[in-house]
């Protein structure tokens, strides 16, 4: 993956994703 500032918002956003499905 890119070091870019829209990669690391995805990464967050899949993060928080899972985390919520998780739940």
Same mark, same amino acid.
């Given at each position: 993956? &890119? +070091?870019?500032?829209? +990669? $690391?918002? &995805? $990464? !967050?956003?899949?993060? =928080? $994703?899972? %985390? %919520? !499905? %998780? =739940?």
């Amino acid at each position: 993956m &890119l +070091a870019t500032p829209q +990669a $690391a918002l &995805l $990464a !967050v956003f899949m993060g =928080e $994703a899972i %985390r %919520r !499905v %998780r =739940e």
